[in-house]
């Protein structure tokens, strides 16, 4: 399971996020009442978590190290998303575009990923065990 951690671009930065490559990964997202802040818009957690839902099965299996959300406009509930995940130049980074029903941009998004430290550990784990020697009797 990713749990990335979403950062604000501030506008003023020069962050940018990488060119994108091929043909997108898409995946919807109609949002609930479980999306929603006490404003009635869409929570910013939403779009991270499903931007990590919407991953390619070839990232799902690596560590989410950063995420860089940059916000474009409010939705609301009801509003149905759609995320458009890319590969980039970069072998480890993808950046998303998740647009609303009608076509506008929410936000845009740029991951990098490393190896499951979790999957490492349990590896080395599982080789110790096997090369245990259990003592006869």
Known sequence: NITPIAEYINPTHKHRIE??????HLSTHTTNVNDI????????????????????ESFVSKDCTSVLVKFKQESFFGDVL???TYKTATDDV?????VNDKGAEVCQLMASFGPNQLQ???SEYDLGIRNYDFPSR
Do not use: M, W
């Not at 060119?19 to 997108?24: A, F, L, N, R, T």
């Not at 802040?37 to 390619?56: E, W």
């Not at 993808?94 to 998740?98: C, E, F, P, V």
């Open 94 to 98: 993808l950046t998303a575009s998740i």
């Open 120 to 122: 490492q550990t349990i």
């Open 19 to 24: 060119k994108s490559v091929g043909e997108p």
């Open 82 to 84: 759609t995320c458009k």
């Open 37 to 56: 802040d006490f404003n009635r818009h869409i929570n910013n957690r939403t779009y991270v978590n499903f931007f990590a839902n919407s991953l390619p």
